[in-house]
Every structure is written in C-alpha cells, then in structure tokens.
C-alpha cells in the first residue's frame, strides 16, 4: 500500500500562481505513475496531470496545458503541481493520486487539498 500527503493549496487572486506537494510513503518501489486530479463543488472528480515514476514521462489536461507543470523527485518520493496563471475555474480540491499497475480508481489517494481562486 502507498500513502500519499497533499499540501499546499490555499487561496490565491485570479491570476497568481500555486505549488502543491505530494510526498509518498509505504511500498513507493510500485509506484508506476503519479498524478492530480481535482473535484469542484457539485462536478465530478478530473484528471489534470501525471508523470510516470521512471522516464518523468507527462500528460496533461487540455485545461491545463500550458498553465500547469507535473514533476518528481524521486529521492524525496514527492510529485508536485505548479500552476501558474490561475483563474477561478481552477477553484477545486486537488488530490494527488499513484498508480501502481492497477488503474487510478483502485490506486492510492490522498485526502486532498483545497485551492481557492478569486477574481
């Protein structure tokens, strides 16, 4: 079993920027891939970026492309989300999430953290 631990969301003005952290813990060696998804009030849960744990291969959200960054460091067994230019849609509860050959949905995940965009 992985554990995973968010941190770093808060509330930010429309425009301004976020890093959000996600550190690893328990039986890291299976992790295949690691990624954020995000819940809005009354939307359902949606993927924004992942990176895979070896070659730090990306994908994106099309939403989020060229806004946000996924990456690693494998040595602190930590993934992070910088977002840049954020804007009020952006508003949600980020949830770092790891994949370890067996689908995001029987994965592990955090408990989420809670970003807030105002105009």
């Known amino acids: 079993q992985v554990q995973l631990v968010e941190s770093g969301g808060e509330s930010v003005q429309a425009g301004g920027s976020l890093r959000l952290s996600c550190v690893a813990s328990g039986r890291t060696f299976s992790i295949l891939r690691m990624g954020w998804f995000r819940q809005a009030p009354g939307k359902e849960r949606e993927f924004v970026a992942a990176i895979t744990w070896t070659g730090g291969i990306t994908a994106y959200a099309n939403s989020v492309k060229g806004r946000f960054t996924i990456s690693r460091d494998n040595a602190k067994n930590t993934v992070y989300l910088q977002m840049n230019r954020l804007n009020p849609e952006d508003t949600a509860v980020y949830y770092c999430?790891?994949?370890?050959?067996?689908?995001?949905?029987?994965?592990?995940w955090g408990q989420g953290t809670q970003v807030t965009v105002s105009s």
């Open positions: 999430a790891a994949d370890s050959a067996t689908g995001w949905t029987t994965g592990s």
